[in-house]
């Protein structure tokens, strides 16, 4: 019998949606289509080659992943990073799945970041027998208090910390220094540290100092694992294509093998597409569209629904207090939002 418990915000907004007039709840741009993904490339020729489908041998892939997917994918860090860092999965919920399944057992000790996406709380208790503890960083962004209270739930059978940065729900992210500290404490503890970065690298001002990848950071003594996916970051949910990436041989190694027992490879057609979208021809194009989209519905956020919200922006931060159920808008049950009405 499952220890798992209902996914409550996804239940809840799957038998919403339909009644909703306006939907707030999700966390992703637009799907693209295969047609968005041609009309973007900047050698639509090339791209439309690339995803045709005719002459592709419906065969198994290969356990790692195609590999002109994974550079594709570690072209996404900087240069430290390489295909043999790379291991794909279905999806980024499918490499979360794949790290705690791989990587812990009963009795070991998780400590989660939270608010977070409940996966990362609920799922290593649920198929490991793992206790978790909860980490609340400080709400005014102090580094010591943050690694202060972080230290403090640290127990000799710590096996792991799961971050998620940038976060959901919050949409904060977390400093360079207070990075280097998390990362000097994993080390002197020996713990795995985990980072699903899906929402990475869409940030609203690309021209801002942004924080690294936790992997640019480490090396290959490391126990630095990091995850990701094309679902919101890329507007590619449907195709179901995520990945694992890690400098440590050692932890990539048992990663790779407890996938050859479950899913062995991910499909290839999936790969196809994917390998095209995170191409120099596709990837800047992609990024720059739902940005522009995302500043654009930002500044009609904060210019046009000063009325029904209050929005405090800034540092990557957001507040808000909603009086919305008259107005028919479907918002996400969360801590991200405090509401005010009934």
Known sequence: MSSLATFELLKWTTSQAENATLILSGSAPPSLSIKDLVGLSSDQATTSHNLSLDSLSLSLGRIQGSE??????????????????????????????????????????????????????????????????????????????????????????????????????????????????????????????????????????????????????????????????????????????????????????????FKTYTVNSTSLIDEVIATEALSHRCRPHILSKHLGLAQQNLDLLQISSMSILNFVGGSGRARVLLHLCSFQLMVAPSTMWTFVGD
């Open 68 to 257: 002109g997917l994974r550079k594709a994918i570690a072209a996404l860090y900087d240069d430290t990073v390489t295909l043999e860092n790379v291991l794909t999965t279905i999806g980024a919920t499918g490499a979360n799945a794949l790290v705690f399944q791989g990587l812990l057992k009963q009795g070991d000790h998780v400590i989660s970041l939270y608010p977070s996406y409940t996966q990362l709380i609920s799922l290593p208790k649920a198929i490991t027998g793992a206790e978790v503890s909860l980490w609340k960083p400080d709400i005014d962004g102090d580094v010591n208090s943050s690694i202060h209270s972080l230290e403090n739930l640290v127990r000799p059978t710590t096996k792991m910390i799961v971050l998620n940065n940038p976060n959901n729900p919050t949409g904060t992210m977390l400093s360079p220094q207070l990075q280097h500290e998390i990362l000097k404490l994993v080390h002197s503890h020996d713990i795995i540290i985990v980072v699903d970065e899906i929402f990475r690298p869409l940030y609203h001002d690309p021209n801002t100092h942004l924080p690294p990848s936790f992997v640019e950071l480490s090396d290959q003594s490391s126990r630095v694992v990091v995850t990701g996916s094309l679902s919101k970051a890329w507007g590619l949910a449907g195709v179901r294509t995520g990945w694992i990436t890690t400098k440590n041989t050692d932890l990539f190694t048992e990663l790779e093998k």
